[in-house]
Every structure is written in structure tokens, then in C-alpha cells.
């Protein structure tokens, strides 16, 4: 069976200040698969297939 992140979990990403950031799952993924997740601040992160945040999901601007 395919290991899923259901919503409301929380997951690491990477960011280029802090290293790791807590980000909570909005939407049913697997690995390997692009998601939105959302920091503890209440911003929404597009991460790709590869698990990397590439800015912030909701604004199209690059994470800080």
C-alpha cells in the first residue's frame, strides 16, 4: 500500500533561512507527488514532486 500525508499532518520543508520549516498538510499526498502545504505563520508553500518548497503557493512569490 501506498504510504499517504492526509491533511492536517505536518511535514518538514526546506527554507533557505532556517533550514526546516513545520508545514501542515491541506491536501491528501504520497511522496513523490507536488502539494501545497502551510507554515505555522499561515502561508501556503507549493512543493514540487522532488519535496522542495518553491515559494509561497498562494502569491506566486519566492519563499523567504
Known amino acids: 500500500s501506498v504510504v499517504k500525508f492526509e491533511p492536517g499532518s505536518w511535514v518538514w520543508i526546506e527554507d533557505e533561512i532556517e533550514r526546516y520549516l513545520p508545514a501542515k498538510v491541506l491536501k491528501s499526498f504520497a511522496p513523490g507527488e507536488a502539494t501545497t502545504v502551510e507554515t505555522e505563520d499561515g502561508e ?14 498562494l502569491q506566486g512569490t519566492e519563499a523567504h
Request: charged content about 20%; aromatic content about 14%; proline content about 0%.
Open 44 to 57: 501556503a508553500y507549493y512543493v514540487d514532486r522532488m519535496g522542495r518548497a518553491l515559494g509561497n503557493g
